[in-house]
């Protein structure tokens, strides 16, 4: 007898039995790290097109690319010069460890570009590694410190991230160590519960005043970038622009974080791809475009991605989650740790629970130093250079001599929903969807 | 004494005079003139200046404040003091919301009321307020003192971590986690301490203490109403 094969429900799969089962158990959210785990409609979805007798190509190995940028042009004193369009995101102490941030900055100065703190405030670690330090103004303004804003070279005011736009931290309490509490003034072993929302303004009539305040305690000499999560980027990035920023950071759905609800992860924002065409489409709107900067992030994995953000109108892109992949997150090593939080290399998002195997998202001494901060600032270097030369390569293909010459001309999508979201034609055709009342 | 009037000179110049007061300078006595509610006046000041503000100020007065001591001879708009560190300011009139959000050290001291949120996600600074509070007063509250000689508005201390908050007269209502507490003998001497300092005229006696019930300092589903 031949038995039927086993049929699964569509709306209940057993990943969604498996997380009732869990909710009802244990009566509480799913808390996790990472970024989105599902797919979406991403930077894969695009290809450059390459030049042929229509367009002429530089040669790969001889003729110069570029890679430079200048963030801040509009109102600071003191631009930021950075030899790569690819900065390192804003990740706190406190999801990560002291030598992570260490490593971080110490491998992004040697590539010539700039790492960014995070909440919590700056660690002495990450101040003396990193040649060119954003500083972040974050709602719960944990360790803020104005003599830390006078020690940063750019100010950074966030307003929300890719992961849970709408929504502050989280630190779950056992990363909430005595320096980390110290840093924060907060009760050791606490759950942590960033705000949302910035203490002293509501409104972006009141965040030109509040960014007038931080230009005038610096004497107007630091660049401001405002970070916004990507929900509304049309009017969230003209409203950043009229209250005076000089820098908009926009941070994609698949931007990651160290810990917040699964919901907010997979159910919040919109993709990085939609995003950033509407960011540019609303800089473009104002006349601004390349005079506010923009700052793209959220699933930048490779130089493939860096080429077609800067295509599609970005003037730099920033990476969190890749570049704690290149220190080592989910390496295979420590098997049997991963096997403890009840994960495996390459599927470990557990960085909420503080026992990160590789030593990264982590404040036990024992795990933090099982990472070298020689060898991760290596790692980093060397992972920003790939996907500089990664970049350029499609660039000179493209026949350009500078990665800022890439243009949305140079992009075709694979598929429908892609040439939607991006505003570039579908792959052998003329057609964007949505354009001329198609 | 040295007198800026900011009808013929810019909030920015007059900063950019007080940021570059050194250690052997001895200009440490400024009045400004003529503010017209002027946002970010005596911001970011390091060193232990006397600047008095004649008339009122809009936003963010004396924000990020270390060391100096700032009077303000009039009311402040929003976000007074904001992140003070240490040193004090004095408001003689009333203070608009958020007054000493999120500082960390040294005293704010408001004659009149102060509006909604009166220290915001305060961490470590003691805010004495010589009339009322407004809603959501020492929101998120981390560590300091909030003096309160009149009374509080709706959701006092709501979400508190450690900061203490000690009210005269009525609270409309209390915040998530927040209760009232015993007021101890050492708690009426730090409030006596704080009024001496504010130099404010109140009998430490009357106030009542509040402070976090910390049912909410680890997530759990029982405490989730309390959100």
């Not at chain 1, 100010?155 to 502050?168: L, S, T």
């Not at chain 1, 509490?181 to 759950?191: N, V």
């Not at chain 1, 007038?212 to 003209?238: H, M």
Request: charged share 20%; glycine share 12%.
């Amino acid at each position: 007898m031949v038995s039927a094969p086993r049929r699964y429900s569509a709306a209940f799969s057993p990943e969604i039995i498996a997380e009732i089962e869990r909710a009802a158990d244990g009566g509480l959210y799913q808390i996790r790290g990472f970024g989105t785990l599902r797919p979406l409609p991403s930077f894969d979805d695009l290809v450059l097109l390459g030049a042929s007798i229509s367009r002429y190509p530089l040669e790969g190995y001889r003729e110069r690319c570029a890679t430079d940028v200048t963030l801040g042009t509009r109102f600071a004193k003191k631009p930021i010069e950075l030899k790569i369009p690819i900065t390192i995101a804003g990740m706190s102490f406190g999801a990560l460890g002291a030598s992570a941030k260490r490593a971080l900055g110490r491998g992004a100065s040697a590539a010539g570009t700039s790492t960014t703190t995070g909440d919590g405030g700056m660690s002495e670690e990450e101040r003396a590694e990193s040649k060119i330090l954003i500083y972040q103004v974050l709602p719960s303004r944990y360790g803020f410190d104005p003599a830390h804003l006078r020690a940063c070279e750019g100010i950074e005011i966030v307003v929300g991230q890719g992961a849970k736009p709408g929504g502050g931290g989280m630190l779950l309490g056992h990363k909430i160590t005595e320096r980390v509490a110290g840093m924060r003034t907060l009760p050791a072993g606490i759950d942590q519960r960033s705000a949302c929302r910035h203490p002293d303004w509501t409104g972006p009539d009141d965040l030109t005043i509040k960014i007038t305040e931080l230009r005038e305690a610096t004497d107007w000499e630091k660049p401001v970038f405002v970070k916004i999560g990507s929900a509304r980027p049309r009017y969230d990035v003209q409203l950043a622009v009229k209250a005076g920023a000089d820098v908009v950071v926009l941070d994609g759905m698949q931007g990651g974080t160290g810990a917040t609800q699964e919901v907010f992860i997979e159910h919040a924002g919109i993709p990085t791809l939609p995003a950033l065409r509407q960011a540019v489409e609303a800089l473009e709107e104002l006349g601004m475009h390349r005079k506010v900067q923009l700052v793209i992030s959220g699933g930048i994995r490779s130089g493939a991605d860096v080429a077609k953000a800067l295509a599609m109108g970005a003037d730099a892109v920033s990476i969190g989650t890749a570049a704690l992949v290149a220190l080592g997150c989910n390496r295979a090593i420590h098997v049997e740790d991963y096997a403890a939080l009840g994960t495996a290399p390459g599927a470990c998002h557990h960085c909420h629970t503080g026992r990160c195997p590789v030593g990264i998202t982590t404040q036990d001494p024992v795990l933090e130093n099982r990472l070298d901060v020689a060898e991760g600032a290596r790692r980093v270097r060397n992972f920003l250079t790939v996907l500089t030369m990664e970049a350029q390569t499609l660039a000179r293909a493209c026949g350009k001599s500078h990665l800022h010459n890439l243009e949305p001309e140079d992009l075709a999508a694979l598929t429908v929903e892609a040439a939607a979201m991006a505003g570039v034609p579908l792959a052998g055709t003329d057609w964007i969807p949505g354009r001329n009342g198609y | 004494m040295i007198e800026v009037d900011l009808a013929q000179s810019s909030v920015r110049a007059l900063n950019q005079r007080l940021h570059r007061i050194g250690p052997g300078d001895d200009q440490r006595h400024w009045r400004v003139v003529n503010p017209n509610g002027a946002h970010a006046i005596a911001v970011g000041l390091t060193a232990p200046l006397h600047v008095e503000i004649r008339g009122h100020v809009g936003y963010y007065c004396a924000g990020m404040n270390a060391a100096a001591t700032v009077v303000v001879d009039g009311h402040a708009g929003t976000g007074l003091a904001e992140n003070i560190m240490s040193g004090s300011v004095r408001v003689h009139g009333n203070a608009a919301q958020s007054a000493a959000a999120s500082g960390r050290g040294g005293l704010v001291v408001i004659n009149g009321d102060a509006s909604a949120r009166c220290g915001i996600s305060m961490k470590g600074v003691a805010i004495v307020v010589g009339g009322s509070v407004g809603h959501m007063s020492a929101f998120m509250g981390q560590s300091g003192a909030l003096v309160v000689c009149g009374d509080a508005g709706d959701d006092l201390g709501d979400s508190l971590y450690e900061a203490d908050i000690f009210v005269a007269g009525k609270v409309a209502s209390l915040g998530a986690d927040c209760e009232e507490k015993e007021m101890t003998a050492a708690d009426i001497d730090h409030v006596a301490t704080l009024l001496g300092r504010a130099q404010i005229a109140a009998d430490a006696r009357r106030f009542r203490r509040y402070g976090s019930a910390r049912r909410l300092y680890n997530f759990h589903i029982d405490h989730a109403a309390e959100y």
